[in-house]
T-cell receptor
Framework: RKEVEQDPGPFNVPEGATVAFNCTYSNSASQSFFWYRQDCRKEPKLLMSVYSSGNEDGRFTAQLNRASQYISLLIRDSKLSDSATYLCAVNKWGSQGNLIFGKGTKLSVKP | AAGVIQSPRHLIKEKRETATLKCYPIPRHDTVYWYQQGPGQDPQFLISFYEKMQSDKGSIPDRFSAQQFSDYHSELNMSSLELGDSALYFC?????????????FGSGTRLTVV
């Protein structure tokens, strides 16, 4: 089983739609979780850290389920500019160390 | 604000040649990470350095080596290049004590091996 797994998509949604991505991780010792956004041929950029209690930033909501070892990202009221690949990332051990990335979920928001 | 600087942005090499990629972390960041991202793939961790010492090693081929210098910049040296080494190479840096929370990526070096 891969350390971090995501549905590659693509998710094709109309503007204004709500879309959710899930990401599962295998290392129960992981402590830090993140969602990154990556545009084509660009570097990954941090979208949100994921906290145990869940967190929200505008139209984006991230949640963590430790028991089932998955994190989720919810995007409400999708915009054309949300079109990108969304990568989940989990730290290798504790809260330090390198990040292990999922393959990414491609989102395409259409007019 | 200063970001992570990588050079060169693009590099074309022939098979069996060598390449050196450079990474200049954000000032006062003491940890550098190298990632390789092939077409349609997720970023794969190669190697990291903390305070000029190797701190972790991932799927870095033996043909590759890296180091972090006294000014905290890092270089990834790649020898006997193969076609499969064609990829985007990202460097990321983080400040002291923030670990994964402080990650900032550079714009990457696109290596093409022909």
């Amino acid at each position: 089983r891969k350390e971090v797994e995501q549905d590659p998509g693509p998710f094709n949604v109309p503007e204004g739609a709500t879309v959710a991505f899930n990401c599962t991780y295998s290392n129960s010792a992981s402590q830090s979780f993140f969602w990154y956004r990556q545009d084509c041929r660009k570097e990954p950029k941090l979208l949100m850290s994921v906290y145990s209690s869940g967190n929200e930033d505008g139209r984006f909501t991230a949640q963590l389920n430790r028991a089932s070892q998955y994190i989720s990202l919810l995007i409400r009221d999708s915009k054309l500019s949300d079109s990108a690949t969304y990568l989940c990332a989990v730290n290798k051990w504790g809260s330090q160390g390198n990040l292990i990335f999922g393959k990414g979920t491609k989102l395409s928001v259409k007019p | 604000a200063a970001g992570v600087i990588q050079s060169p942005r693009h590099l074309i090499k022939e098979k069996r040649e060598t390449a050196t990629l450079k990474c200049y972390p954000i000032p006062r960041h003491d940890t550098v990470y190298w990632y390789q991202q092939g077409p349609g793939q997720d970023p794969q961790f190669l190697i990291s350095f903390y305070e000029k010492m190797q701190s972790d090693k991932g799927s870095i081929p033996d043909r590759f080596s890296a180091q972090q210098f006294s000014d905290y910049h890092s270089e990834l040296n790649m020898s006997s290049l193969e076609l499969g080494d064609s990829a985007l190479y990202f460097c990321a840096s983080s400040p002291p004590l923030t670990g994964s929370y402080g990650y900032t990526f550079g714009s990457g070096t696109r290596l093409t091996v022909v």
